[in-house]
Structures are given as structure tokens and as C-alpha cells.
């Protein structure tokens, strides 16, 4: 452990003079039992019963990770329909266990002060089978807990009845009308009827002066769909006229309720970001030719300054060569290389030379992302 500990001190005085998070890679989850996990949409299939576990295992002895600096873990996830609960093991013996109830979107467990200068692992259960979605998780102190100023369209300024454009195959189609929330009396939705495929809500968006799209790290949106099952979509989303579709089908909706969708900026790589600023439009849709959905709290997320950090080396370097990805400076990171539309081209640990087609791709090292034209 005394390992870890002069390691995290090192990167944590060079990062800055303060610790407040460290980063767990949601797509790199290298411990637990019985389900399965898709690691390029951060997705665990808990397909195998209920209360099985998939998470981050650090080790005893001298692997355990040293939280002392740390208040608790957070772990974020799109809603589901059953209890999901977060474990913390520790070296010295017992469990600091959480639940979350159905439909949130965050499990929080606070450290056993006694004990979190050694943990074994972390790792997230489920009280019924199905998927859940990771979409962030990180170990912080709680101090200074950031303020995100997020853009939100909630429309519970809008008129009932009043309309949002739309369009489908890059025509104007029917509108979208706010009207009362489905499920909670008194606030406002936005509801779509869409008779065919791309269909895509219009929201006007404006960005605050000085900030680009860059200064946001994705979009957010609560979704609950008219029917009875649980439903799986692929997501359309244009940012001005660059369109971002991926051909993967994620549940964008549980059955009967409210359910929270994020989309990373990271993985519509081909948006320049800090070109956008000011007004630009916003399209939204979730596609099918057959769908009566409601929309709520469109979100754009705002970035916020932290000392995040994680062991990765902060001096590695990527490069390409001849149609090779070249890693050097990264000791024990896990690798994943990524197609621009999501799929995995390749997995590695370490310092690694990695064949691939040219094109464009995104590399993650550990906790940090970053995009890389091979040719
Ligand atoms: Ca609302």
C-alpha cells in the first residue's frame, strides 16, 4: 500500500496542491461475479440472478487503495426498475453497503473512517435482473463539491400547448407540445408523436458569453415512453447539422417511469466543440416510425475544474506510426481504443503498439480520453 500511497502523493502535488476526486473508469470494471459487462457502453448485464456484483477490485496488501484522503464514493447510473447497492470492502474486514432505490440515478457510500485507509474493493449489486448503465463514478472528499452551471430545458416556463418544432429525413415535421408531465402532477414534459423514422425535436439552445460547446462535457435527458415495456432506441442527436447516431440500441426508458439518458461529448468525436457557441440548435429524438414519447430536463452538462486525477501517468505519450496506435509512458493503465461510432478496435494494458485500420479514434488511458488520426 505504501506504493500507491507515494504514487497517488506525487501526481496529486504535480496535478495541483490539492486531492478532491479520483476517477474509476466506468468502462473498465476489472472485478465481480456472474453478469456481464459491455465495456464501451459502461453497461453491466446482470443476466445471471439477483445480487451479483461487478466492480472495481484493487487488491489486498499492499494493492488496497489508500482512501484516507478521501470522504466517500459515487457512483452514477441511468435509472432502472430495481434497488441497486454499492459495497465497499475494506482490508481490515466488513462492508460499507448502500442502497439506491428504484428509479434514482446515484448510489453514495461513505467510507468507514476506521477503515478506508484500505480498500479491497468496490463494487455495485442488483436487487432483480437487468441492465444498468454506468455514467460516471469517482472517490472524493466532498470538500468544495462543485456547482455546475448546466443549461436545462425543463419548460416549466413554456405555455401548455405551445409547440416545438421538429423534423424528419431534414424536413420540418409535425410539433412537439408541452403539456402536463405524465407522472407528476402539476409540472410540464414535452410530448412527441412520431409517425416515422429520425424524428427529432428542435431546442434552441444558448450558451452563456465566453463559453463553446467545449466548455460542456454532454447531454442529459429524462425520457418515459406511452406502452408498457421497457424500451430500447437508438438516440439521435444533432448538434446544429452534425448528427450523432451510433446503431447501438441503449434503454432509453423503463417501463412506467421517468428514465435519464446521458450522452458523453467524447463519443460524438467528429463535433468540434469550441467552434460552437452562442445559439445553435439542438435535435433530440429517439428513433422509430412508431413512438408516443415525453421529453424533460434536456441538459447540457457543464465541465467543472477538479482535480481529477487518476494513476495514470501524467507524462504518457500517444502517437501513431504506420498504422500502428504507440503507447508509451503508461505503466499499468488499462488501454481501450475505440472506433469513432463507439465500437472497440482494441484493448491493451500498458505501454503498448497497437495495429489498426486508418482513421480516426479515440484512445482512453485509464481515466483520461483522447482522439487520434492514424494514417
Ligand atoms: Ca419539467
Not at 402532477?185 to 465566453?210: D, H, R, V, W
Not at 454532454?218 to 438516440?235: H, L, M, R, S
Request: proline share 2%; with cysteine.
Amino acid at each position: 500500500m505504501k506504493k500507491i500511497l507515494l504514487l497517488v502523493s506525487a501526481l496529486c502535488w504535480s496535478a495541483s496542491m490539492f486531492c478532491e476526486k479520483y476517477q474509476l473508469d466506468i468502462h473498465n470494471l476489472n472485478g465481480g461475479w456472474d453478469c456481464e459487462f459491455d465495456a464501451a457502453t459502461a453497461t453491466i448485464n446482470f443476466n445471471n440472478g439477483t445480487w451479483k456484483g461487478k466492480g472495481w477490485y484493487f487488491g489486498t496488501g499492499e494493492g488496497a487503495f489508500d482512501a484516507t484522503a478521501y470522504e466517500r464514493v459515487e457512483i452514477k447510473f441511468n435509472a432502472v426498475t430495481f434497488k441497486v447497492q454499492v459495497v465497499v470492502e475494506y482490508a481490515a474486514g466488513g462492508q460499507t453497503k448502500v442502497e439506491a432505490e428504484a428509479g434514482k440515478t446515484e448510489c453514495i457510500a461513505t467510507f468507514d473512517a476506521e477503515k478506508k485507509n484500505a480498500i479491497v474493493q468496490i463494487y455495485i449489486q442488483n436487487a432483480e435482473e437487468g441492465l444498468l448503465t454506468l455514467t460516471d463514478a469517482y472517490i472524493t472528499d466532498g470538500a468544495d463539491d462543485p456547482v455546475r452551471n448546466n443549461i436545462v430545458i425543463d419548460f416549466e416556463n413554456d405555455e401548455l400547448g405551445a409547440f416545438y418544432a421538429s423534423i424528419r429525413g431534414g424536413n420540418p415535421a409535425e410539433n412537439a407540445e408541452v403539456v402536463e408531465n405524465p407522472l407528476k402532477a402539476g409540472e410540464k414534459s414535452i410530448k412527441y408523436i412520431c409517425t416515422s423514422y429520425s424524428g427529432q425535436i428542435i431546442f434552441p439552445m444558448t450558451l452563456p458569453n465566453g463559453k463553446t460547446l467545449d466548455d460542456y462535457s454532454g447531454i442529459a435527458f429524462d425520457a418515459y415512453v406511452e406502452g408498457t415495456g421497457d424500451t430500447y432506441k437508438e438516440i439521435e442527436i444533432c448538434i446544429g447539422e452534425q448528427q450523432f447516431k451510433n446503431g447501438t440500441y441503449p434503454k432509453v426508458a423503463v417501463a412506467g417511469s421517468w428514465t435519464t439518458t446521458t450522452r458523453t461529448f467524447a463519443e460524438m468525436a467528429f463535433i468540434e466543440l469550441n467552434a460552437i457557441s452562442g445559439n445553435f440548435d439542438l435535435r433530440l429524438g429517439l428513433n422509430d416510425n412508431q413512438i408516443t414519447y415525453y421529453l424533460d430536463n434536456i441538459t447540457l452538462i457543464e465541465k467543472v475544474e477538479t482535480s481529477v486525477k487518476s494513476l495514470l501517468a501524467s507524462d504518457y505519450s500517444l502517437s501513431s506510426s504506420n498504422g500502428t496506435i504507440i503507447i508509451n509512458g503508461a505503466t499499468t493503465e488499462p488501454v481501450t481504443v475505440y472506433t469513432i461510432d463507439g465500437r472497440i478496435a482494441a484493448q491493451s494494458i500498458g505501454n503498448a503498439r497497437i495495429p489498426v485500420s486508418n482513421g480516426l479514434y479515440i484512445v482512453k488511458l485509464g481515466a483520461k480520453v483522447q482522439k487520434l488520426l492514424v494514417k
